[in-house]
């Protein structure tokens, strides 16, 4: 029977590493951004009139993507943790006879629900920074077509 549970928990554990790998591209960007921020920090002492206001424009955007990317990652992880449990009550089950399988079901739906959260989020955090990141149209030279 252990043969089975072993069978059993194999799709929670890929999808664990599947959270792996998504927590591992949330914290390479988390990085990028509070890099950036720093920049941003800096420049804001050394800025003065429209060029300040460009500074401080880009550093509340960058505040809302901080956010943003810490909920998702907080989200991912904690939908991590519930996978695990998951795979635990599986092993529970085996080990101790409890029952425990809607237990598991339901804390599965949870990681999953919390999984698709955190990739709300980090489409909505990549959204702002497309926002943010927009080029004027002036630069484009489009009025003249």
Same mark, same amino acid.
């Given at each position: 029977?252990?043969a089975? !549970?072993?069978? /059993? ?10 959270? *792996?790998q998504? /927590? %591992? ?9 509070? &890099? ?9 002492? !050394?800025?003065? *009139? ?5 500074v ?6 960058? &505040? ?13 992880v ?5 996978? *695990?449990?998951?795979?635990?009550? /599986?092993?529970l %089950? ?5 029952? =425990? ?18 990739? =709300?989020l ?24």
């Open positions: 029977m252990i089975q !549970t072993i069978q /059993l928990s194999l799709a929670p554990v890929f999808v664990l590493v599947a959270i *792996g998504i /927590l %591992n591209a949330l914290s390479v960007r988390y990085g990028r951004v509070i &890099d950036r921020s720093r920049t941003m920090q800096e420049l804001y002492e !050394t800025t003065s *009139g429209r060029d300040h206001d460009m401080v424009m880009e550093i509340r955007g960058l &505040d809302w993507r901080i956010a943003l990317m810490g909920s998702a990652i907080r989200a991912m904690l939908s991590g943790l519930a996978v *695990g449990a998951t795979v635990a009550l /599986l092993f %089950n085996e080990i101790a006879g409890v029952v =425990v399988y809607q237990i598991a079901a339901a804390v599965f739906l949870i990681a999953i629900a919390l999984l698709m959260w955190a990739l =709300v980090f489409l909505r955090e990549i959204q702002a920074s497309a926002e943010m990141l927009r080029i004027p149209r002036k630069l484009l030279e489009l009025e003249d077509e």
